[in-house]
């Protein structure tokens, strides 16, 4: 068996066309575009990719970004003061504050000052409450990425047994939900999980969001499932430079699986499209408009 390879680059295309083009219906009712906040603290190389991605992102769905650079010093009491700041403002409609914050700033703390109808992470815990009890959310955006490449690969997930690999809040317990608002059966599976790889061999469904490169090994994979690698992982090349890999030894995986998301290219382009998806339906919301169609 070779498996099909889930373009996480054209999911994300299409998710992205037609925010914007939802993006320009919100500014035709209204008289003003959808706008995003970015709050980047320090100089972490990574995140400030990650923000200029993101800040690029929304102006090319025609909504508006708002980009707010502190140093690494920064207090958490200014920081706070920031979010209240954009909280109260009227012309922004989500809030996304970048982590890993210094080591001086309650990450946690900040996260619970964002204005829930405005996180569009969806790490502040009234939305990570109402996940949890089936109530209505914004949700993280790489699970709901995720959810989406599996609806778009399989349909209904109606019954289907799951496992996520990962506990954490940003990825594997909001996706575990998900999986279970879909009624599939779900297994999150961790470091202490017993029989890991036997585990595994039971799912019709994996999603690894470990932080390990290539851990889940292809003879781990159930013949025909579908796997969703989550990882991220730079490890040296052959060249001496170094090169992206998953948490899934994507080769071997592929000879079992009957569909997998290659990394780079998988999961990675479907976090910001959900990050843009999540700012539309907030902005829908804040202004007393029905939820958009069709995202």
């Given at each position: 068996m070779s498996a099909r390879i889930i373009d996480g680059k054209a999911a994300a295309a299409d998710v992205r066309a037609r925010v914007a083009e939802v993006a320009a219906d919100f500014t035709r009712q209204t008289g003003r575009q959808p706008g995003l906040a970015t709050v980047l603290v320090?100089?972490?190389?990574?995140?400030?990719v990650y923000v200029r991605s993101k800040g690029k992102a929304t102006g090319e769905a025609g909504m508006a970004s708002f980009a707010h650079k502190l140093p690494d010093t920064t207090s958490e009491a200014k920081l706070l003061d920031l979010v209240d700041e954009l909280n109260r403002d009227d012309t922004v409609d989500g809030i996304l504050v970048q982590l890993p914050l210094p080591p001086q700033i309650d990450a946690s703390r900040v996260i619970a000052a964002i204005d829930p109808a405005k996180d569009v992470d969806g790490f502040h815990p009234m939305n990570a409450g109402r996940l949890a009890t089936g109530l209505d959310a914004l949700v993280p955006c790489t699970p709901y990425g995720c959810l989406y490449l599996l609806k778009q690969e399989l349909g209904s997930l109606s019954g289907k047994e799951a496992v996520v690999i990962g506990?954490?809040?940003i990825v594997g317990k909001p996706m575990a939900m998900l999986l279970i608002g879909e009624s599939a059966t779900v297994t999150v599976a961790h470091s202490r999980t017993?029989?890991?790889?036997?585990?595994?061999?039971r799912a019709d469904i994996v999603v690894a969001a470990v932080g390990r490169p290539q851990m889940v090994k292809g003879d781990w994979i159930k013949p025909g499932a579908v796997v969703i690698d989550v990882g991220i992982n730079r490890v040296p090349a052959e060249d001496g430079k170094s090169r992206l890999v998953g948490d899934v030894d994507f080769a071997s995986a592929s000879e079992r699986a009957a569909a997998i998301t290659p990394v780079p290219g998988g999961v990675g382009p479907m976090t910001i499209a959900m990050l843009l998806r999540n700012t539309i339906v907030a902005a829908h919301r804040r202004a007393g408009l029905p939820d958009p169609e069709g995202l």
């Open positions: 320090g100089e972490d190389p990574a995140s400030a506990r954490s809040n017993r029989d890991l790889p036997e585990v595994v061999r």
